[in-house]
RNA sequence: GCCGGGGUAGCUCAACGGUAGAGCAAUCGCUUCGUAAGCGAUAGGUUGUGGGUUCGAAUCCCAUCCCCGGCUCCA
């Protein structure tokens, strides 16, 4: 059911994938019979479904899947065996040819010296590697989800083609808790929970993918960042604040002018000078470290920064807080000594885990990507200096004994990374920390260190984020807790409400007393009946509700509501504040109210 | 940027060539109430924007901006 479970068993994995790409040919038989002149191209299976991309005169719509799925049923039900076979690459070509598959003959010509398969199920016939279940009847859990627009080969610059999409499953109970399972994500939506929430929004009048933090997603974002900087100066970083634009001579030195125009904002005159809006932090950090000469005693050195870049990002890509044009980064670089480089690594490595941790994310998987060794021609840096690195990556995380997937020729060409995707509370993964070398910009800027010996040696440099984004770690925790934010992140811990007008000044009091114990604590003083205050602090999912009555201000207690349900009478305020003090110092993700 | 679908009150939606409407929220009253919506009244819109077609446009056409699902890209 999700992204980590998909893992378990390769076998279970591999009859899974044949029954949707089984299910994908299938569709695209019933696409084809449904609507003539229709071409087929591809269709995979892909992480728990299948989609099949077709050209077609026909525009397609969500209207046109119960016919579709109705006449996949029919097929499916046909019990036709899928039936593999070899055939030379004349034949294939002459096939489609005459049957009239352009995108098949491309893939075709695509695959000159090696075997060519049909796969044959009823009268479809598929130009496919194989990987399909035995028989049509397998076929039976299914729905069509989407349908979107692709790119033939994925490339921008060959037409668009009608992708749909579906998913597929060996049970009915698996469908049907997939499709639970979306709806769930719909309801955790951030772009949905931050509005309803009131956190954030994006502006028309500014522009897109430009966010506006409201006062409660700004506290939780003070919080965030407080409990960062704190961590980074505790394990020896050093927070520098740099500017948000820079002479475009700066963008020159750094190679950004040329490799990364275009996702920089273009240039603003200033006294017939150009500067540009960063869209990178790192080479500002670099002139903190060029500033002055540098000794192998001041290494490594970790410069920090909250630092807000600026990327010119295309209008179709932009999503909620997961992508933006302005963000800030945590970004840090850290300038080292070669033999140092797997213990900063690991620091890496260990902050990144304690940052999950304390944000309550319990799963993770780790990637390392390499150099292509193949082609050191594309990279840049010393081979013995990638060598280096990617045996020290790989090594810190095999000495932590965390199970890593190693991906070759995935590095970007200025150095090897560990990229970290945290799952979360249903199961998706978001890419989010990165450890990264850079061993280009430490030669375009000419960096340097003395060492013991008076020689002048270039350090080595570590791109490090742990949130990624400050944007975008808020928006994946919005969809982790679904708006239940645990109680040291809530922006409001508890409303304290009033049964009738008569307790309003104890409701005040008490506010005051709860707020100066470092609690962030309101009043909910309206003339509503408390039915109606409970349900606005339930839909604002506030962890603590507080209820004085006239009963409980007689007996100086509290009723405290939590807000999973759970009631408790007559209780002294001095547990409640210590409880609530102490969850909130501990971090934890779930009420300690029992163990008070 | 590309393909497709959409923008109507703060929010969720209705009206789909013939006088823009409802619920919630807001405001004002009444209600003083024990754990997820008390009652009433008032106010709120050049239907994203700009053009066009028409006797008449939220509705049809064109352009443009923004949003949504994807593609490509990515923190």
Avoid at 192 to 213: M, T, Y
Avoid at 430 to 440: E, P
Avoid at 497 to 520: I, K
Avoid at 585 to 590: E, H, I
Wanted: proline residues 5%.
């Amino acid at each position: 059911m999700n992204a980590a479970a998909k893992a378990e068993s390769p076998a279970s994995q591999q009859s899974l994938d044949a029954l949707r790409h089984s299910c994908a040919h299938v569709m695209a038989q019933a696409v084809q019979e449904l609507f003539p002149g229709t071409k087929i191209t591809i269709g995979p299976a892909i992480d728990n479904g299948f989609y099949y991309d077709f050209d077609s005169p026909h525009r397609f719509t969500e209207e046109d899947f119960p016919a579709i799925e109705k006449r996949m049923r029919q097929i499916a039900e046909g019990n036709h065996p899928f039936v593999g076979k070899e055939i030379s690459p004349e034949e294939s070509r002459k096939y489609w040819e005459s049957r009239g598959e352009p995108y098949k003959v491309e893939i075709l010509d695509g695959l000159k010296g090696q075997t060519i398969t049909h796969y044959t199920h009823g009268t479809f016939t598929d130009l496919c590697r194989g990987g399909h279940c035995e028989n049509t009847r397998a076929i039976r859990h299914f729905k069509l989800l989407s349908v979107a627009g692709a790119y033939w080969r994925g490339d921008e610059k060959n037409p668009m083609l009608q992708r749909l999409y579906g998913t597929a499953w060996p049970s009915k109970q698996e469908l049907d808790a997939y499709l639970k399972m979306l709806d769930e994500a719909k309801a955790r939506d951030h772009r949905k929970l931050g509005a309803a929430l009131d956190l954030f929004s994006v502006q028309d009048l500014a522009g897109p993918g430009l966010i506006f933090w409201h006062p409660k997603g700004a506290r939780m974002r003070l919080i965030m960042e407080d409990w960062l900087k704190t961590e980074a100066l505790r394990r020896g970083y050093d927070l520098v604040n740099t500017p948000h634009i820079a002479n475009v001579e700066l963008w020159n030195t750094s190679g950004h002018r040329s490799f990364y125009k275009d996702n920089m904002f273009s240039e603003i005159e200033v006294e017939k000078a150009d500067y540009q809006l960063k869209p990178m932090n790192c080479p500002f950090h670099i002139l903190i470290y060029k500033n002055r000469l540098r000794s192998y005693r001041d290494l490594p050195l970790r410069l920090a920064e909250l630092g807000t870049v600026y990327r010119y990002e295309r209008s179709g890509v932009l999503h909620g807080l997961l992508r933006v044009r302005g963000f800030t980064q945590d970004d840090a670089h850290i300038f080292c000594a070669p033999e140092q480089i797997e213990a900063e690594v690991d620091g890496c490595v260990d902050f990144a885990l304690e940052v999950f941790k304390t944000f309550g994310f319990s799963r993770y998987v780790m990637e390392v990507s390499t150099w292509d060794a193949a082609k050191p021609g594309d990279y840049s840096g010393a081979a013995e200096d990638w060598e280096r690195a990617q045996k020290a990556l790989e090594s810190v995380l095999s000495k932590r004994g965390i199970e890593y997937s190693l991906i070759k020729g995935e590095a970007a060409f200025y150095g090897p990374k560990i990229d970290v995707k945290l799952i979360d509370a249903i199961g998706r993964p978001w890419q989010l920390s990165t450890v990264q070398f850079d061993f280009n910009l430490p030669q375009k800027f000419g960096l340097e260190y003395v060492a013991a010996d008076g020689s002048h040696r270039r350090p080595l440099m570590v791109h490090r984020a742990l949130y990624g984004s400050i944007e975008r770690f808020f928006g994946i925790l919005i969809e982790h807790y679904a708006g239940s934010f645990p109680l040291w992140l809530a922006p409001l811990q508890v409303k304290v409400m009033s049964l009738t007008d008569e307790q309003a000044p104890a409701v005040r009091d008490l506010v005051g007393r709860l707020s100066r114990a470092g609690l962030r604590a309101a009043a909910d003083l309206r003339p509503e009946k408390i039915n109606a205050k409970i349900r606005d602090a339930q839909l604002e999912k506030i962890p603590y509700m507080v209820v004085l009555g006239p009963r409980d201000v007689a007996a100086g207690v509290l009723s405290v509501r939590l807000r999973d349900g759970r009631q408790f009478q007559g209780v002294k305020e001095e547990s409640f504040v210590n409880a609530l003090s102490r969850e909130q110092d501990l971090k934890r993700t779930a009420p300690s109210w029992e163990d008070a």
